[in-house]
């Protein structure tokens, strides 16, 4: 097994025997996306990609669950209390173009990706779950799409997987 450098502790990486193995690494936060866990994934889903002795792409949480989600602890404590009808366009813009390049990467990559979850996923973790052609679970892992409890709308393409999934009636009643 080689590890690779992502640049944070956040995110640890590897390649084992045609594997690319993405960990995401902050079981003190049940692995809650943070903005330089988001970045070193980008980075790294794109590398994989392209590497041709990659040819699966694993992802998985530290500890005890696959991921929490947006920390929506940093999110509020990162907030620069700007207001103006620009800052809610560049955030949704942002928010775009980190999905793309995380969810969207794991839906659209060419090679197959599979979410191994030791643990709950959770709003965006659920979404990354989903976005992968395959799941495996442990028997006491679980699913909820959570963004309603914290007042989001679901994001990180998580509706669109669960329709493709399970279909339009279901996905709205987990959802809603």
């Known amino acids: 097994m080689s590890t690779i450098d992502t640049g944070t502790q956040e995110l640890l990486a590897s390649k084992e025997n045609g594997v690319g193995i993405l960990t995401m690494n902050r079981p003190e ?53 700007t207001v103006g009808t620009n800052t809610i366009d560049s955030a949704i813009h942002r928010q775009r173009v980190h999905q793309r390049a995380t969810s969207g990467k794991l839906f659209k990559m060419p090679k197959p990706t599979l979410a191994s979850l030791p643990g709950a996923a959770a709003g965006a973790g ?3 779950a989903l ?39 279901k996905a709205r009643e987990l959802y809603y």
């Not at 889903?45 to 989600?69: I, M, P, S, Y």
């Not at 709308?153 to 998580?158: E, N, Q, R």
């Open 29 to 81: 936060a049940r692995n809650a996306m943070s903005g330089e866990m988001n970045a070193a994934m980008q980075e790294m889903l794109a590398q994989f990609e392209t590497d041709a002795e990659v040819r699966c792409v694993v992802l998985t949480g530290a500890g005890k669950g696959f991921c929490a989600g947006g920390d929506v602890k940093g999110m509020a404590a990162s907030g620069d209390g």
């Open 126 to 128: 659920l979404s990354y």
């Open 131 to 169: 976005a992968c052609d395959l799941r495996i679970m442990a028997s006491n892992a679980l699913l909820t799409t959570a963004f309603a409890r914290v007042g989001f709308s679901g994001d990180y393409g998580g509706s669109y997987f669960m329709t493709q999934l399970i279909g339009s009636a």
